[in-house]
């Protein structure tokens, strides 16, 4: 069983820039998955960013893409989040989960993963 802590959150200005922490503890493998969703009020928990702790290979969507940067640190076994260029919709509660396999549409579901964080909120104003 892994156990994930997310860290980073705040509350910062449109086109400011955070950095989340996802510290993994527990059984991490070479064929782990760590992936990144955000959830708005109201909202279904969606898809962020998705890393293969093993070689390092990245997925994003197409919302974030070109403004987030997922990384893994695997000494510190900790997965970051780089956001830059924020903008007011992407205020949500950021959450770290873990899957295995390789990067592909399922990876994109939150129903694939078997452990998530307890997340940590991100609010971006206007």
């Known amino acids: 069983q892994v156990q994930l802590v997310e860290s980073g959150g705040g509350l910062v200005q449109a086109g400011g820039s955070l950095r989340l922490s996802c510290a993994a503890s527990g059984r991490t493998h070479v064929t782990s998955v760590l992936g990144w969703f955000r959830q708005a009020p109201g909202k279904e928990r969606v898809f962020v960013a998705a890393?293969?702790?093993?070689?390092?290979?990245?997925m994003y969507s197409d919302s974030v893409k070109g403004r987030f940067t997922i990384s893994r640190d695997i000494k510190n076994s900790t997965v970051y989040l780089q956001m830059n260029s924020l903008k007011p919709e992407d205020t949500a509660v950021y959450y770290c989960?873990?899957?295995?396999?390789?990067?592909?549409?399922?990876?994109?579901?939150?129903?694939?993963?078997?452990?998530w964080g307890r997340g940590t909120q991100v609010t971006v104003s206007s």
């Open positions: 890393v293969t702790w093993g070689g390092g290979e990245t």
């Open positions: 989960g873990v899957t295995t396999g390789r990067l592909n549409i399922a990876t994109r579901a939150p129903k694939a993963y078997y452990s």
